[in-house]
């Protein structure tokens, strides 16, 4: 359809799809990484600056209540990001001021032709659920929730640049390890050090096993490491002062520094 649309106004343009299916569990989540990717490899291939995307205020409201019922912290509650960066690419966002159905209207107005998604009205995805919540309940007031997770989305920019600045003057770097001195670092800012503390220990073991080294280490490391990950035991041991592991790495407290490193290779039986 959208193909169609394009060709008969001379629209330039090119229909991306995956190399193979996509199967399992989260199908909408994997969907939408394979889409940032093609979209990202598309816009390096034709030179393009960035990539736009017409996510609205709707589903910044949406995406803002999926995260507060998982319990997720200030930079979940942030929700979609006016600007960010995803697959190596600038995705901006121009619409989120913009409620569907205001959009729609535009579109109808305009004639152009638009599809509604069957996923979009399948209860199996949490997202539907909460599309449907919002709908049935307008005193929630998806304008409001979208507002609240723009204003923590600039509180979440400060945290980000506090990290930065803490990383620099606090991280060092070495051989595979991250050593931190943590002081009086808050808490919010010690748990996004931490988590790239073990970010940062795992890609140097993937690199080496790339490289034919490191083997060993690398059979510590365990499944994909996400940013999102839970670390709130470890962080809590590091503080009383007890060594803990996450994630095939290892982290040890002593005299107010934090070291990092590959955990030592299971021993088999």
């Known amino acids: 359809m959208v193909a169609a649309h394009c060709a008969t106004f001379g629209i330039r343009h090119a229909t991306l799809a995956p190399t193979e299916p996509i ?3 989260s199908i909408q989540a994997q969907a939408r990484t394979v889409r940032y990717a093609l979209l990202a490899d598309h816009a390096r291939a034709i030179g393009a600056g960035c990539v736009l995307t017409a996510h609205h205020a709707d589903d910044q409201a949406e995406t803002f209540l999926m995260r507060a019922a998982r319990g997720s912290g200030l930079a979940g509650l942030a929700g979609v990001r006016a600007r960010t960066e995803v697959a190596g690419i600038p995705v901006i966002r ?5 409620r569907r159905a205001e959009l729609r209207a535009i579109v109808r107005r ?12 399948d209860d199996r995805h949490d997202r539907t659920r909460f ?6 309940n307008e005193w929630l007031g998806t304008p409001n929730l979208a507002r609240a997770a723009a204003a923590l989305a600039e509180a979440d920019a400060d945290v980000r640049a506090a990290v930065e600045w803490l990383w620099a003057d606090r991280a060092k770097v070495a051989a595979g390890e991250v050593r931190l001195t943590v002081g009086d670092v808050p808490r919010e800012l010690l748990r996004r050090m931490v988590r790239r503390a073990i970010g940062v220990v795992r890609d140097a073991v993937t690199e080496a096993a790339r490289d034919g080294a490191g083997q ?7 499944g994909d490491w996400s940013s999102a990950v839970n670390i709130e ?3 809590d041991a590091l503080i009383a002062g007890k060594r803990a592991t996450q994630a095939g790495v290892i982290a040890s407290p002593r005299a107010g520094v934090w070291r990092f490193r590959p955990a030592p290779p299971r021993r088999s039986v």
């Open 94 to 98: 121009p619409l989120l001021d913009w």
């Open 131 to 136: 599309r449907r919540l919002l709908g049935a």
């Open 23 to 25: 199967t399992g569990a």
């Open 110 to 121: 305009a004639e152009v032709p638009f599809f509604d998604d069957p996923s979009n009205h």
């Open 233 to 235: 035991r470890l962080l």
């Open 216 to 222: 060993d280490a690398a059979a510590t490391i365990e």
